[in-house]
């Protein structure tokens, strides 16, 4: 073998060696070097429903996720990502390698999100509450929840249906469907209503839709937090008699002026089927969602012989509870002198101000 020819076969080798090494150090690169948000926070991207492959780089290229987009490109489609895009909402890590976010967009691994409703007085303000931060829509919500309805054996209506909701925080998926987002709520509902609240609820002669309609009365009653087993024994002791829950806050439903902040004797003639005044036993439906702690308050209600409340003099939002009527009127009485006094006090302020 001539000189040439083996200085030829040293330098092919050598060659060689060198692509291949220079191919390995940048597949080793491509493949495991941190290229997602590299020295920067962890991130969300939002991946919505029907995003095509090409949306997905968008996202990723305006939102500045990624150093080299040509090596994440390239080891997407070596993985066929392009060919397997999943909807979602996905953290991408800070220093997170195009292995590894490719591998977690591709498997579908998103980050739940958390859905929480509260402060919910109507039916109609809990969509677009509940669907904030998913795929789904407002009016998809209604329709599975109508759905849901049309189909239930438990006694859920239109009314009512707001008592299913019990207040906390879930995780779902961002591309949770409308009918799944339902059936999970109904799902948390029975595991709410478990045998121990529900035996308390069959000892008080009432279905767990009534219990919280009246914890929806007693939560707005109990502004202070901390009267809701006594005012739900009073309210009980009113169902047992047969008289009226004359419940304020019945009212203000009834009116649909939720800034009304003191209810007139005009209220009182409202013929809704949400005026306590007029109508015995519990309204249709609940005038708010209650919170855990009233649907409790009322389960472990104060076993007491109240049957009138009013508010405290004091003015710190608790009550004065009687048994009588006549001592119902010393604590009105008392109420009302206090609140012409203040009244007194703000005229003479305004007064003298001038």
Known sequence: MSKDVSKKKVAFFLVASILLISFSFYTYQMVYTPNILVDKESRVLMIKPGSTYADVQQLLIKGDFVNDMVS?????????YDQRI??????????MSNLQAVRTLRAGLQAPVAVT????????????????????????FYTA???????NNEGFNQENILTMFIPNTYEVYYNVTAEDLVQRIHKEYLKFWNEERLAKAKELG?????????????Q???????EARTIAGLYINRLRQGMPLQADPTLVFASGDFSLKRVLNVHKENKSPYNTYIYTGLTPGPINMPEINAIDGVLNYEKNDYIFMCAKED??????????LAEHNKNAHKYQQALTIEQE??????KNSK
Do not use: C
Request: hydrophobic fraction near 40%.
């Open 72 to 80: 994440f490109s390239f080891l997407a489609r070596l993985m066929k």
């Open 86 to 95: 999943h909807p979602g909402r996905y953290i991408l890590q800070r220093n």
């Open 117 to 140: 409703f509260n402060n919910v007085r109507l039916l109609s303000e809990l969509g677009e509450k509940i669907t904030k931060n998913l795929s789904i829509k407002p009016d998809e």
């Open 145 to 151: 929840l109508d759905e849901f309805i049309a189909k």
């Open 206 to 218: 009432l279905t767990p839709i009534e219990v919280s309609i009246l914890a929806s009365i007693v």
């Open 220 to 226: 707005a009653e109990n502004t202070r937090g901390d």
């Open 315 to 324: 003015f710190s939002g608790h009550h004065n509870f009687a048994a009588t």
């Open 345 to 350: 006090k703000g005229r003479a302020a305004k």
